[in-house]
């Protein structure tokens, strides 16, 4: 058992609205955690065994830090009433902090295998909900730390944030605490009343998505925005209807194409990974007026274009993305979630790479546009209003029964800044930080990470629906290169 950590006070905490909505959603098929694969070298020198020195050595001092020895106060109940976070009188360490190894000599692949397999599995909700992977038996000698945690606990860029706590400039620091033991979050305030337990698919699709969207909705209304976010929905709607009038406005369609990547998923997973230049996606975005995330966007439609091609499932339509955003305030890196998102078709029907990355940048900016109308209470009703359609599904998918309502997104594709510097732990670099996501109502999902001059791409998707996913890896990174290219050509032509 782990030591408590000093002056913990034992009080239960609300959930806010939106982790509360990621705990409704959990189900055995979308299992509603996140994840980061973190891949070190070894400080010269180094023992050959300097890994394992490393987990007895964290194991012996570790000291937990609240949040991370909290638990849900009512893990048996589904749909849940209230849910708090309780401090759990039994924490033990040894569950939640484990040593792994390859088989000898493990590389990449293998390291896939393993990850694939850890994601497949569900957290323990009768126990705080996280758990942290220190693997090695890397043929270079090196290890990776793969953490998973609830994302009812904390967003993707909360847990990059917390890992950042952990990774020094300085590869002389060899003291540095690990993920469990860096200083407690804030917490985003819970909803005021309980909500009764209801029985039945009807019931639960109905309370699942209102039971958070009816607590935002409270503060939002008490700021006299209801009125702003439904324009802004409105307004929505009329953007993402396709006009046949042959104007060049922004627009998406509300309604995704059919696509295998909407078929029903299991819970096993299969896990890629992909390096792209960050000086390269600059240069592009910079000679076509896009943004980093417009030109990663339309890569990723480039390649999707190129790999359901070959598996003659290609789209007709444009396959459209469902993109969180952080719209948490500036310098707030407290606990919980902050997290509004959009839609944006990806240009999967473009064969041209520079008119898919001009069609990215139109959907993109009519999907941003009304965020900068919207409170962050406002952004949350209205992003949440974008997931209904999802959330229905997933529950109706868990019951067995047919699925009579249209598709809104074909993929999830998120972008989680990093540092721009080598990070160090305990005196081994950082080479890479992958993240591992959730394949939610779609059986795909794309996140990478920011980190010294490249992006660290992590693929998650299904294992059956998806097949051979390093193959759509490996495309990302050709259709990178096409785009180049072909950006290359216009200026010369210029």
């Known amino acids: ?215 935002v909705s409270a503060t939002v209304a008490a700021a006299g925005e209801l009125g702003n976010v439904a324009g802004q929905l409105g307004a929505a709607v009329g953007r993402y209807v396709k006009p046949d009038d042959g104007t060049d406005r922004p627009k998406l369609a509300l309604q995704a194409p059919d696509s295998i990547l909407n078929r029903r998923i299991g819970r096993n997973r299969r896990f890629a990974t992909q390096e792209l230049d960050l000086t390269e996606i600059k240069r592009i975005a910079k000679a076509r007026g896009a943004t980093v995330n417009d030109v990663c966007l339309a890569v990723l439609g480039g390649s999707l274009r190129r790999y359901l091609d070959e598996l003659r499932e290609l789209p007709e339509r444009s396959l459209v993305s469902f993109v969180p955003i952080d719209i948490r305030p500036k310098g707030d890196d407290g606990g919980g979630n902050a997290v509004g998102a959009m839609l944006v078709e990806i240009g999967s029907d473009v064969a041209d790479p520079l008119q898919r990355l001009a069609a990215v940048c139109a959907s993109s900016r009519a999907g941003k546009a009304p965020f900068a109308e919207l409170s962050l209470p406002a952004a949350l009703v209205y992003s949440m209003s974008f997931l209904g359609p999802a959330t229905a599904q997933a529950v109706i998918s868990t019951a067995g029964l047919p699925d009579p309502i249209p598709t809104t997104f074909n993929v999830s594709v998120s972008n989680v800044p990093g540092p721009r510097e080598d990070r160090y732990f305990r005196g081994c670099r950082l080479e890479a930080v992958y993240p591992v996501s959730i394949p939610y109502h779609s059986a795909l999902n794309v996140t990478f990470i920011g980190y010294r001059d490249k992006l660290d791409f992590g693929f998650i998707g299904d294992r059956d629906v998806v097949p051979h996913l390093q193959r759509l890896a490996v495309y990302t990174g050709e259709a990178l290169t096409e785009l180049g290219s072909a950006v290359d050509a216009a200026g010369a032509a210029n």
Request: charged share 20%.
């Open 1 to 215: 058992m782990s030591e408590s950590s000093p002056g913990l006070v034992d009080e239960a905490r609300p959930l806010g609205a939106l982790d509360s909505f990621f705990l409704y959603t959990e189900t055995p098929s979308s299992m509603m955690h996140v994840a980061a694969l973190l891949r070190f070298t070894l400080p010269p020198g180094a023992p050959a065994d300097y890994p394992a020195q490393l987990v007895d050595e964290i194991r012996r001092e570790a000291v937990v830090q609240d949040p991370w020895n909290r638990k849900l106060k009512h893990p048996k109940v589904t749909p849940p009433p209230l849910q708090s976070w309780v401090v759990d009188q039994n924490f033990d360490i040894d569950y939640h902090f484990r040593h792994s190894a390859l088989p000898s000599p493990g590389g990449e692949r293998e390291l896939g295998y393993l990850v694939s397999r850890l994601h497949s599995t569900p957290l323990d909700l009768d126990r705080p909900p996280w758990e942290l992977h220190v693997i090695e038996g890397f043929a270079d000698g090196g290890f990776a730390i793969y953490v998973k945690l609830h994302h009812a606990l904390a967003d993707g860029g909360t847990v990059l944030r917390m890992l950042m706590r952990c990774l020094l400039v300085d590869p002389e620091v060899t003291d540095t605490p690990i993920m469990f033991a860096v200083p407690p979050l804030r917490a985003e305030p819970g909803p005021d009343a309980a909500a009764p337990v209801r029985r039945g698919v009807l019931d639960r699709i109905v309370q699942t998505i209102s039971l958070p969207m009816k607590a």
